[in-house]
């Protein structure tokens, strides 16, 4: 190594002893643009003596490069690994990197400063135990330093040193260090951050990042490498609850079976009584298993696998807790939630939540405010944007066993999914349960579905038809429906322009109105399916999600998606209702086809082609494929 820890050079076998029980901290550094970040950590890099001879030649190589240094060691370099990052002299994304000292090994994200990155910092910080938020001597504390302290804060990372960088070019001056500290301390004090180290520094010189400078003789305080070997590496968790979210179902064999997991809290034994949540079952642990063998106990951050004395069910996403001190389980949350896609979070529309090991179909139900980070002002809204954040109301389809974030984050954060391309489309923390979700329960009815389908000799089914305005859908399902009925089959149709004249007519045209106009066409459709009817739905529905939505409401076969396939040009050609002139002339906002996406099904069960049929004939084409697909004597569900 160009620098060499000094144990590794004398006894090698020491040093790997020593080092493999160190303690870990896992921290990220954050700020504004051009504060310093990544000088800090490749400053951090060098003087712990963790650069290899070959990256001290590209260093010095690149700096000559592409340093901004003038020739000097540019130490970013070291962080700044994307091409965009090393033009532009900024981070883009997250780099983590790993160092140690004799005391300690360390895990750094340097994260962005730009407003646009926020959800890469977001990311930086969910695994964090501290927080280095650098300030640039000259700028003093900026609006994007309250972000990320604000950040800081809603992740829960308890630990923050404020690094008053580039020190150097302001003479070291005591007045210019106490008022940023003083304007920090105030903000601070808003967000709940109660305590925080404060270190004057010059990154690119050294100074108080390893050893203390005799520039600032005035501070009394510990370098920026002591605190961070010093500080607490986590609350003790073993002193909490037992929580373990299984992993995983481990059956090598007939004879074993085990749950497998990180243990997120407290304390577990052989013979301690368990219950898994949200189930409630109960049991008692009968041995902890590991690849070095069996335990006599296991504490929060050991991977572990534990058999139980009773044959009961458990199952990936399930928690095995303190049968004394279980979580809650619920469906309904109130949370904070940090909106990371450049696609709008819309209310009613359908994702996927993530919680431990746990996956469960999840919509946001009332966006309660969002949060200028800036000020810290709460303003309504009907969305989130990229980089937003709010507190939103969530809807689960299934109940998920959970801890306040407050308390665990492992039990309380989740991440949302988009359906369709399985993006991460945003993270989020759990407040609390909503006291609806513990009152309200499902009540059992003597006559089911398939009673209700048996007395009409038929199955329930939802036959959707999806096109643009003007393409022929409610033509075709009242045709749909006249044949239907001749046969002496039990149907009713939904129509969209009928249904906005009562169950609908709160609803506008906007996004989110047009995802709320779709989830209560399909809940309605979903208990007309239960009744034993077959609906019609005619409904541009324009988005996939809600159509994916409408389809998840019901069971294997019930939903028969039709597209009624009309290019744009013939549709506005008809114009029967004179919406598309309308459209045209800027007096119909968010018109489907003109300023508002359509997008057609990808894989639909039925396509009629209005440019080659007439409706009679697309109407004699669904009604042939429900004849075809309907069971002649079996209706169970």
């Known amino acids: 190594m160009a620098h060499q820890s000094d ?6 076998a020491a040093y790997l002893d020593a080092h493999q029980n160190k303690s870990l901290l896992r921290f990220i ?24 001879e070959d990256q001290m030649a ?16 540019d130490f970013a370099l070291l962080v700044d690994g994307l091409a965009a990052e090393r033009e532009q002299g900024i981070t883009i994304d997250v780099a983590y990197r790993f160092f140690s000292t004799d005391r300690r090994k360390f895990i750094v994200a340097d994260t962005p400063g730009h407003e646009q990155y926020t959800r890469n910092m977001v990311t930086g910080a969910s695994t964090a135990d501290a927080a280095v938020i650098l300030i640039d001597a000259r700028r003093g504390v900026l609006t994007q330093t309250r972000r990320h302290a604000y950040l800081v804060s809603l992740l829960g990372i308890r630990h923050v040193i404020l690094a008053v960088n580039k020190m150097d070019l302001m003479g070291w001056s005591q007045a210019v260090f106490d008022e940023i500290v003083a304007d920090f301390s105030a903000f601070a004090e808003r967000i709940g951050v109660e305590d925080f180290h404060a270190v004057p520094m010059s990154a690119l010189r050294g100074d108080n990042i390893a050893e203390a400078s005799g520039r600032s003789p005035w501070y009394a305080g510990p370098p920026l490498m002591t605190l961070l070997e010093t500080l607490p590496v986590d609350d003790d968790l073993s002193a909490d609850p037992f929580r373990m979210p299984v992993q995983w179902v481990n059956r090598p064999d007939l004879d074993f079976r085990g749950f497998s997991g990180l243990v997120a809290a407290g304390t577990v034994r052989p013979g301690d009584p368990v219950r898994v949540a949200p189930s409630g079952k109960t049991s008692t642990v009968a041995r902890i298993v590991t690849a070095d063998g069996d335990l006599d106990r296991a504490v929060a951050g050991q991977s572990i696998t534990l058999t139980l004395a009773d044959e009961i069910d458990v199952s990936r996403g399930d928690v095995l807790a303190a049968a004394d001190a279980p979580p809650e389980a619920a469906d309904q949350f109130e949370a904070t939630l940090v909106w990371m896609d450049d696609e709008a979070m819309l209310p009613g529309r359908p994702y996927l939540l993530k919680i431990g090991a746990r996956l469960v179909g999840a ?16 303003r309504p809204a009907k969305r989130l944007e990229l980089n937003e954040i709010g507190v939103c109301n969530l809807s689960l389809d299934a109940a998920v066993a959970f801890d306040p974030y407050a308390a665990n984050r492992d039990l309380g954060g989740f991440i949302l999914i988009d359906r369709i391309s399985n993006r991460t489309v945003g993270a989020g923390m759990l ?9 309200i329960h499902w009540q059992d009815l003597s006559v089911d579905k398939a009673a209700r389908a048996a007395i009409k000799n038929q199955r329930g089914r939802v036959v959707w038809l999806t096109g643009l305005s003007g393409a022929g859908k409610s033509t075709i399902a009242n045709l749909v429906e006249k044949r239907l009925h001749a046969d002496g089959r039990h149907t009713y149709l939904l129509d969209g322009d009928n249904v906005r004249h009562g169950l609908n007519r709160d609803l506008g045209f906007t996004e989110e109105d047009r995802v709320e106009n779709i989830r209560r066409v399909a809940e309605v459709s979903k208990l007309m399916v239960d009744a034993g009817l077959i609906v019609l739905v005619s ?10 939505m409408a389809r998840d409401l019901m069971a294997p076969g019930e939903f028969v998606e039709v597209h009624v396939d009309t290019p744009l040009a013939v549709a506005e050609a008809r114009d029967v209702k004179g919406l598309y002139k309308k459209a045209r002339a800027g007096e119909l906002k968010n018109f489907t086809g003109i300023d508002s996406p359509y997008e057609a099904p990808e894989a639909p069960e039925i396509v009629v082609d209005t440019t080659t049929m007439t409706a009679e004939q697309a109407a004699e084409r669904i009604a042939a494929w429900l004849d075809q697909a309907e069971p002649p004597t079996d209706f169970s569900i």
């Open 431 to 439: 407040h609390f349960a909503l006291r609806r979700a513990h009152n």
């Open 29 to 52: 550094t954050c700020g504004s643009v051009d504060d310093g970040k990544s000088t800090l950590i490749g400053r951090l890099l060098y003087d712990s003596k963790m650069i290899f």
């Open 363 to 378: 919509t946001i139900t009332e966006p309660k405010h969002k949060v200028d980070v800036n000020t810290l002002e709460q």
């Open 58 to 73: 590209a260093l010095e190589a690149d700096s000559r490069r592409v340093g901004t240094q003038g020739g000097d060691i």
């Open 539 to 548: 409904f541009i529905s324009p988005f996939r999600a809600e159509r994916r």
């Open 7 to 12: 144990l590794i050079a004398a006894d090698i």
